[in-house]
């Protein structure tokens, strides 16, 4: 199972990638793994802002739904529209073409608590 160590990551499965002050947002593999067949991905497209902690989507798969929580608080910048016709996209490359949101962070003290991917492996058992 694939964590790469430059993401930083959340207990609910959730990373994030950061780009000077852009955070970019998505599941993890062993997320998309659990979840099964990615049918499709809720996020508002109106969503303007984000608290740490706070709910921005869900992720309905053949086995479940869940929600998708905000590693961090931020300022919306995008929502990964190519998810709308291809939600496969999150099964296929989870830290790549997956992606599901991008924030401008707003507060960076957000990502001292997120772990880092050793952490995050031993957590999930890998």
Known sequence: MDFPAELKYTKDHEWIRIEGNTGVIGI????????????????NP???????GEIFG????VKTVSDLYA???GKVLEI??????SPDKVNTDPYGEG????????SPSDLE?????GTYA?????
């Open 58 to 61: 869900s992720i309905e798969a």
């Open 113 to 117: 608590g997120l772990l880092d991917s």
């Open 28 to 43: 993890t593999e062993y997320a998309q793994g659990e979840l099964g067949d990615v049918v499709f991905v809720d996020i």
């Open 46 to 52: 109106s969503l303007s802002e984000l608290k740490s």
């Open 71 to 73: 590693p961090c608080s």
């Open 80 to 85: 990964n529209q190519n998810l709308n016709g």
């Open 122 to 126: 031993a957590l999930t058992g890998n």
């Open 99 to 106: 992606w599901m949101i991008k924030i401008e962070i707003t």
